[in-house]
């Protein structure tokens, strides 16, 4: 499949630069998909030997996503911003918010060329509801947004999820993580909903060293952060309940048993703005 599409682009114009691992295309195959490289392929394994439960890590948050997805249009919000989207692994988030409520409208934005080329899939939903994709980076809230608007009402209330993305932004002069998450949510309506997920090194500090070292050497950031820090990224945002927590912790079902907090790897909480 990915060799395939390597063959294709060049004729749309689409540079996916495949001798280049892309944390995307890494988590595609952590989660046993077939659209990566070589170069993707081989960063994975390295990262794999370093902290060998990333599949597992991968798996909790594919499935936080599903369950904060699926609570927060039960509780009536029917617009979701996905950042950081990634190639497709069905259910995708469009799927889940849709079977809650029919007419949910999503907007998916990525980084990541590959993913375009697969935006039918994040576009197929339901008759009454309507998906969208973004080519975009999660430092450019203004694009994003901007063209998130063509789908989504601002002037509403928007569940806005960052799922496994936020440690890729490494603290440095004139970037961090929480402008970033700021430049967001300044923008969102009260009633929205902030859903965080973020690699942590509490559980196990020195795979998590191992792990970041990786991925830098593939020329991707990754900083691992503290509870209290991946806390502070929801600023005065009431968490729900639980609070946050290991992803499998978080109102967990029977999918999440079984996966220790070692793991996954991962905090993840939610919190809804007024």
Request: aromatic residues 6%; glycine residues 8%.
């Amino acid at each position: 499949m990915a060799d395939e599409i390597a063959q294709q682009t060049p004729q749309i114009g689409i540079n996916l630069n495949i001798h280049q691992a892309h944390s995307a295309r890494m988590y595609d195959y952590y989660l046993g998909g077939v659209t990566n490289f070589p170069a993707d392929r081989e960063a994975a394994g390295r990262a794999l030997d370093a902290f060998p439960n990333a599949r597992l890590a991968a798996h909790a948050n594919r499935a936080f996503m599903r369950r904060a997805t699926r609570a927060i249009a039960e509780l009536g919000i029917d617009q979701f911003l996905d950042i950081g989207t990634g190639i497709p692994t069905s259910p995708n988030l469009h799927e889940v918010a849709q079977g809650v409520n029919a007419g949910a409208r999503v907007v998916y934005a990525d980084n990541d060329p590959i993913v375009l080329t697969h935006a039918e899939a994040l576009l197929d939903g339901t008759a009454q509801g309507r998906t969208d994709y973004v080519q975009g980076d999660v430092r450019d809230a203004r694009t994003i947004l901007e063209a998130a608007a063509r789908t989504l009402d601002l002037e509403r209330p928007i569940a806005l999820s960052m799922v496994a993305v936020l440690h890729f932004i490494a603290d440095r002069p004139g970037q961090n993580a929480a402008d970033v998450v700021d430049a967001f949510i300044s923008r969102l309506a009260p009633g929205s909903y902030l859903v965080i997920s973020h690699f942590t090194a509490d559980f196990d500090p020195e795979a998590t060293a191992r792990m970041e070292k990786v991925y830098r050497n593939s020329g991707t950031d990754l900083q691992a952060r503290t509870r209290e820090e991946v806390t502070a990224l929801f600023q005065d945002w009431r968490l729900l309940t639980p609070g946050v927590v290991a992803s499998p912790r978080w109102n967990p079902d029977a999918a999440a048993a079984g996966t220790t907090d070692a793991q996954a790897g991962c905090y993840a909480g939610v919190a809804r703005l007024g």
